[in-house]
């Protein structure tokens, strides 16, 4: 009944016979272990049935407990599953792919959520810098319609910063704290290049590999179907695998695109913040500044599109 519990399963060694044990009546919620059984091979149960089942005497030919049996007590259920030994082959090959494919998954999971970490650790604080200087010139908000992208695009044209810009600049951040931000998101923008490249698209692959070769074995019927191997959900799982890697390709465009933007960005609001600045910037600042360069023609024209779209400052899109 539903209130019964399977306690042990056990599969014979030649795979002939597949023993459970199952609880007394209310064991469904009950936790209590019981010890292990062993079906011997050689001993072979009553059959019931046509359909190949075996069970045992206080067990009908259905699985269920016959009325007056000792519905209270334990008892075993023991069923034939000889289709299992005549394709032991068969078993070994998928259960093969089938602990290689959960590994590779696991290896791409795991990848993606050290990636996701380091992520979260590097946006973080540039978010919430690019909010204070959202809040600043939403205080300063004396003309309609002015906002943050207008803003960077008034300074990128005049080369001085508004007042909304001056006292974000001088008030909430620094030379120090925005060489930081920009150190922090460029190495986790390479970082996930870096893992994109080396780890999920190469998963990717191996799954599409693993997948196919399990999709050809289900297209083997009258070998494969007896074991459950059954080629829809395999199919599902290949365009799963497809997406992971045309997704792989996306944000590595997407962090390209992103590499650009934060460094043109950066480089002008660390000048802005030097020429802000009342002390005199350390050498290690001024040498990582002028390293920077000036933004190239090219960089700049594609800072003043994604100011004019106003496209997200937070880096939305990785």
Same mark, same amino acid.
């Given at each position: 009944?539903?209130?019964?519990?399977?306690? *042990?399963?056990?599969?014979?060694?030649?795979?002939?016979?597949?023993?459970?044990?199952?609880?007394?009546?209310?064991?469904?919620?009950?936790? +209590?272990?019981?010890?292990? *059984?062993?079906?011997?091979?050689?001993? !072979?149960?009553?059959? =019931?049935? &046509?359909?190949?089942?075996?069970?045992?005497? =206080? *067990?009908?030919?259905?699985?269920?407990?016959?009325?007056?049996?000792?519905?209270?007590?334990?008892?075993?259920?023991?069923?034939?599953?000889?289709?299992? =030994? *005549?394709?032991?082959?068969?078993?070994?090959?998928?259960?093969?792919?089938?602990?290689?494919?959960?590994?590779?998954?696991?290896? /791409?999971?795991?990848?993606?959520?050290?990636?996701?970490?380091?992520?979260?650790?590097?946006?973080?604080?540039?978010? &919430?810098?690019?909010?204070?200087?959202?809040?600043? %010139?939403?205080?300063?908000?004396?003309?309609?319609?002015?906002? %943050?992208?207008?803003?960077?695009?008034?300074? $990128?044209?005049?080369? &001085? !910063?508004?007042?909304?810009?001056?006292?974000?600049?001088?008030?909430?951040?620094?030379?120090?704290?925005?060489?930081?931000?920009?150190?922090?998101?460029?190495?986790?923008?390479?970082?996930?290049?870096?893992?994109?490249?080396?780890?999920?698209?190469?998963?990717?692959?191996?799954?599409?590999?693993?997948?196919?070769? +399990?999709?050809?074995?289900?297209?083997?019927?009258?070998?494969?179907?007896?074991?459950?191997?059954?080629?829809?959900?395999?199919?599902?799982?290949?365009?799963?695998?497809?997406?992971? &890697?045309?997704?792989?390709?996306?944000?590595?465009?997407?962090?390209?695109?992103?590499?650009?933007?934060?460094?043109?960005?950066?480089?002008?609001?660390?000048?802005?913040?030097?020429?802000?600045?009342?002390?005199?910037?350390?050498?290690?600042? /001024?040498?990582?500044?002028?390293?920077?360069?000036?933004?190239?023609?090219?960089? +700049?024209?594609?800072?003043?599109? $994604?100011?004019?779209?106003?496209?997200?400052?937070?880096?939305?899109?990785?």
């Amino acid at each position: 009944s539903a209130s019964r519990r399977p306690r *042990v399963v056990r599969l014979s060694p030649d795979l002939r016979c597949l023993a459970v044990l199952v609880g007394p009546a209310g064991s469904a919620s009950s936790s +209590m272990s019981m010890p292990s *059984v062993g079906v011997s091979p050689k001993t !072979p149960p009553r059959q =019931a049935g &046509n359909r190949g089942e075996l069970s045992s005497p =206080a *067990v009908g030919g259905d699985g269920e407990v016959r009325p007056g049996s000792g519905s209270e007590t334990e008892f075993v259920l023991v069923l034939d599953t000889r289709r299992l =030994a *005549v394709r032991r082959r068969e078993l070994a090959l998928v259960s093969v792919m089938s602990e290689r494919l959960t590994a590779v998954a696991g290896y /791409a999971r795991r990848a993606a959520e050290t990636l996701a970490q380091v992520w979260r650790g590097a946006v973080d604080g540039f978010a &919430n810098k690019m909010r204070a200087l959202t809040e600043t %010139i939403e205080a300063y908000k004396f003309v309609e319609g002015r906002s %943050i992208h207008r803003e960077l695009l008034l300074t $990128c044209c005049t080369g &001085n !910063p508004s007042d909304a810009l001056h006292t974000f600049l001088l008030k909430q951040t620094s030379v120090q704290q925005l060489l930081r931000l920009e150190r922090g998101l460029m190495q986790a923008l390479e970082y996930a290049n870096l893992v994109v490249s080396t780890r999920l698209q190469v998963s990717a692959q191996h799954l599409i590999t693993i997948l196919h070769e +399990m999709h050809a074995c289900a297209g083997w019927a009258h070998k494969f179907k007896s074991i459950g191997l059954d080629p829809a959900p395999l199919k599902t799982l290949m365009v799963q695998a497809q997406d992971l &890697n045309r997704l792989g390709e996306h944000l590595l465009i997407e962090c390209s695109q992103a590499r650009g933007f934060v460094r043109t960005l950066f480089q002008v609001l660390l000048r802005l913040a030097q020429k802000l600045s009342e002390s005199a910037p350390s050498p290690s600042e /001024a040498s990582h500044v002028a390293s920077m360069g000036s933004p190239t023609r090219e960089d +700049m024209d594609k800072f003043i599109a $994604c100011m004019q779209e106003e496209r997200s400052l937070e880096i939305a899109e990785v």
